[in-house]
């Protein structure tokens, strides 16, 4: 993948002013952290607002807080995009601190999450989600629980499909050809293949443009889905990373 991208960058600091806040001040999750219990796990996210955690420093995720770790990322991914993760729970201090965050990973198998420590990533606000349904060929773009835009996409073939369940964009990238298979631009998600695990980066899945219109409407891809042109254009300015992506049946 990294041969056919020239990189976006999502620098952090862009990401945390489009969220209003990070979490050290308390800003970004306010009025939510008032109250709590010492070693309260408190869910986080709704319809309307999810949100995200960039990496700060090269930092560790482990099955339980403190106890039990399993991997390591750096402030970038292997494409040179800062790494994001899709945020689910925090676990609070005493004083309602954030101290430990549970976050999905950009990793097999699919839905894997962790827990890492507070103190190394920023957080902050995501409003948009996609939800995609692979029977109807549809997604829908979200904004503040509100659908935005809808359209017709490709999907997975029967031999490739694209996998089902909950993931979050963690990175968006410029191919260097842009009237190439990937179009104009790819939202990469926290997905990978089912099925093509040899592919370069383990067969990572993304929302992409196409330079074959007439796949739009049908099960042929090797599990991304594909959009139209003009509207992967749109997604790909109003989606920030961290967005959540729903993905079923």
């Not at 309307?48 to 403190?66: E, I, Q, S």
């Not at 689910?88 to 839905?111: D, E, H, M, T």
Request: hydrophobic residues 40%; aromatic residues 6%.
């Amino acid at each position: 993948m990294k041969s056919l991208f020239g990189v976006v960058a999502i620098l952090a600091a862009g990401l945390l002013a489009a969220g209003c806040g990070s979490k050290r001040s308390g800003g970004v999750l306010g009025a939510e952290v008032q109250h709590c219990h010492a070693a309260e796990v408190r869910p986080l996210g709704s319809a309307r607002v999810a949100y995200a955690a960039v990496v700060d420093r090269r930092l560790n995720a482990f099955r339980r807080p403190g106890d039990g770790r399993f991997a390591t990322f750096g402030t970038k991914n292997v494409n040179g995009v800062p790494t994001v993760f899709g945020v689910l729970a925090v676990k609070l201090s005493r004083a309602c601190a954030p101290q430990w965050f549970r976050v999905q990973l950009p990793r097999r198998p699919n839905g894997s999450s962790g827990w890492v420590r507070a103190r190394d990533v920023e957080v902050a606000r995501v409003h948009t989600r996609i939800v995609v349904n692979v029977s109807a060929r549809r997604l829908t773009l979200f904004r503040d629980g509100k659908p935005e835009l809808t359209t017709t996409v490709a999907v997975g073939s029967p031999a490739t499909p694209t996998p089902t369940g909950r993931y979050y964009v963690n990175q968006r990238l410029v191919p260097t050809d842009t009237t190439g298979p990937f179009g104009p631009g790819a939202i990469g998600i926290s997905a990978f293949s089912d099925v093509l695990t040899g592919w370069t980066q383990g067969g990572p899945i993304a929302i992409h443009g196409t330079n074959e219109p007439w796949s739009i409407g049908h099960a042929v891809s090797n599990g991304c889905i594909r959009v139209p042109n003009d509207v992967l254009r749109r997604i790909f300015r109003e989606t920030l990373a961290g967005t959540p992506v729903i993905i079923s049946a």
